[in-house]
């Protein structure tokens, strides 16, 4: 007979792997189905250099955001220590 520890781990992997496989398939869902609606467009979209740059641009300004959001505690604090 299998422990119950076991079985607990057992179950939760079970499950995890249950729920995560369903988040997955619902993400890529919503991935195809905006690239359809994209697809699907009256406009057709080239992408320029200039595009490319502005775009690499926004991505890094949302990076820092994200990151000073996510970090600025830690920032603070550590800041306030001397570090």
Do not use: C
Not at 6 to 17: D, H, I, M, V, Y
């Amino acid at each position: 007979m299998i422990s119950i520890l076991a079985q607990e781990r057992l179950l939760g992997f079970a499950l995890g792997t249950v729920s995560m496989g369903g988040l997955v398939l619902h993400q890529r869902r919503s991935i195809y189905r905006s690239l359809a609606e994209a697809d699907g467009s009256a406009y057709s979209f080239q992408p320029s250099e200039i595009t490319i740059r502005r775009g690499s641009t926004e991505l890094a300004h949302v990076w820092n955001k994200a990151v000073d959001e996510t970090l600025g505690r830690l920032i603070v604090y550590l800041s306030s220590r001397g570090w």
